[in-house]
T-cell receptor, first 116, second 111 residues
Framework: EPEVTQTPSHQVTQMGQEVILRCVPISNHLYFYWYRQILGQKVEFLVSFYNNEISEKSEIFDDQFSVERPDGSNFTLKIRSTKLEDSAMYFC??????????????FGAGTRLSVL | GDSVTQMEGPVTLSEEAFLTINCTYTATGYPSLFWYVQYPGEGLQLLLKATKADDKGSNKGFEATYRKETTSFHLEKGSVQVSDSAVYFCALVNTGNQFYFGTGTSLTVIP
């Protein structure tokens, strides 16, 4: 069964460093998403991406975040200058469809980011 | 804004016990409701969904009914197994593509 894959599973970085989290969405999906979950808190939406541009983003997704689809398969989340509060589990998701709030999003296993 | 409130965990049950995990939501209009499950080391997997009031989603013995009058979507299973041990997330999506999740409820089933 097709699945969303994320790498690495755990990333440790120093505060102020840049990190890139990588995701390979399901191959025939057109819509891509990033979510994050700070330990003990809710899974929060960060951004959605379609047709090589951001379609929605939350207030969490500020200028230090960026997303890119550098080739036909990868979807990346870059954090330019990490802060301690960026420590969280980051989930990538993809969906085939959009609209009417009824699309099913398929999630990866997540990347745990630890900022020291 | 839209939000989901989920029963706090962790929950520990004996095998074959009855499971209920409560979920209530706040949303305008008519959202779709979902339960996702995360097994250790894996991603969030769709367990079941309901797209309109009074719909019942079901899968693998789990059920949840979309109750608009109580704004609830409680997850139930009549007889849990050890293999059901996982974290369960209630979620909604409204007119956009943005999912709103609860905090997750960790379930451990002991033999």
């Amino acid at each position: 069964e097709p699945e969303v894959t994320q790498t690495p599973s755990h990333q440790v970085t120093q505060m102020g460093q840049e990190v890139i989290l990588r995701c390979v969405p399901i191959s025939n999906h057109l819509y891509f998403y990033w979510y994050r979950q700070i330990l003990g808190q809710k899974v929060e939406f960060l951004v959605s991406f379609y047709n090589n541009e951001i379609s929605e983003k939350s207030e969490i997704f500020d200028d230090q975040f960026s997303v890119e689809r550098p080739d036909g398969s990868n979807f990346t989340l870059k954090i330019r200058s990490t802060k301690l509060e960026d420590s969280a589990m980051y989930f990538c998701a993809s969906s085939r469809d959009r609209g009417n709030g009824k699309n099913i999003q398929y999630f990866g296993a997540g990347t745990r980011l630890s900022v020291l | 804004g839209d939000s989901v409130t989920q029963m706090e965990g962790p929950v520990t049950l004996s095998e074959e016990a009855f499971l209920t995990i409560n979920c209530t939501y706040t949303a305008t209009g008519y959202p779709s409701l979902f339960w996702y499950v995360q097994y250790p080391g894996e991603g969030l997997q769709l367990l079941l969904k309901a797209t309109k009031a009074d719909d019942k989603g079901s899968n693998k013995g789990f059920e949840a009914t979309y109750r608009k009058e109580t704004t609830s979507f409680h997850l139930e299973k009549g007889s849990v197994q050890v293999s059901d041990s996982a974290v369960y997330f209630c979620a909604l999506v409204n007119t956009g593509n943005q999912f709103y999740f609860g905090t997750g409820t960790s379930l451990t089933v002991i033999p």
